[in-house]
């Protein structure tokens, strides 16, 4: 089964989907659906193309499959009211700006097998207080979690290369915890974070980067 580019885009009578099957997606699927309020996904289904559920401003509720492997760029980029999210250890990569502006997102949770947080997946999530990445991470996007208003320690494991901005513009945040494997943060990581109180730099570090405090 496919469902095509924009199949159901901007249908504002929608407040429920059911997705049964494994079908095969394509860009904007349930783009603008803005009185959608929740989605339950069939647990054959391994991937979310881009933009699947991007600006679909009333929904709340969605689980994520333990069978699915990606998280498409924008797929729900502008669900406000989205607030509890766990990443299951199926998924890899979260793509670009993926969860961008979930201002609601309060819990936000990541199982061991992620690899990959895309560029701004996480920007402007205010809501969210704590964040702890998995061990199995390799990479973390710029501005992956930039301007997350009410976030105050975030916990980054594993040995990911950290891109520029990464943590930034978070001015409640507090703690940052590194751990000593990572070898490489990208300029400006954790930059105009006011209430920053403490971050012990890795061990394995072999460049302190252009800003990386700068307030």
């Known amino acids: 089964v496919y469902i ?3 199949a159901f885009a ?3 009578w929608l407040e429920s989907v059911v997705v049964k099957g494994s079908p ?3 860009t904007g699927a349930f783009k603008g659906c803005e009185s959608l ?3 339950s996904l069939s647990d054959s289904i391994t991937s979310l193309s881009t933009s ?5 401003g009333s929904l709340q509720k969605i689980n994520i499959p333990k069978s699915l492997k990606e998280i498409g760029s924008y797929a729900f980029s502008n669900c406000k009211k989205l607030n509890n999210i766990v990443i299951p250890s199926s998924v890899k990569t979260i793509g670009e700006q993926a969860f961008r502006n979930c201002v609601g997102m309060v819990n936000l949770s990541f199982s061991e097998g992620l690899e ?6 996480f920007q402007n999530c205010d809501s969210l207080i704590t964040i702890k990445t998995p061990i199995s991470l390799t990479w973390m996007g710029q501005y992956a979690f930039d301007g997350c208003d009410d976030l105050k320690t975030i916990t980054i494991q594993g040995a990911p290369n950290i891109e520029g901005r990464a943590v930034s513009w978070c001015p409640n945040l507090e703690y940052v915890n590194l751990s000593d494997s990572i070898t490489t943060i990208g300029s400006y990581a954790f930059c105009h974070n ?4 403490n971050i012990t730099l890795p061990k394995r570090l072999t460049e302190i980067p252009t800003g990386l405090l700068q307030e």
């Open 4 to 6: 095509d580019e924009l």
């Open 10 to 12: 901007y249908c504002d």
């Open 24 to 26: 095969t997606w394509y």
């Open 37 to 39: 309020q929740t989605v």
């Open 52 to 56: 699947a559920f991007e600006d679909c």
């Open 116 to 121: 990959t947080i895309g560029n701004y997946a």
């Open 194 to 197: 006011d209430s920053l109180k």
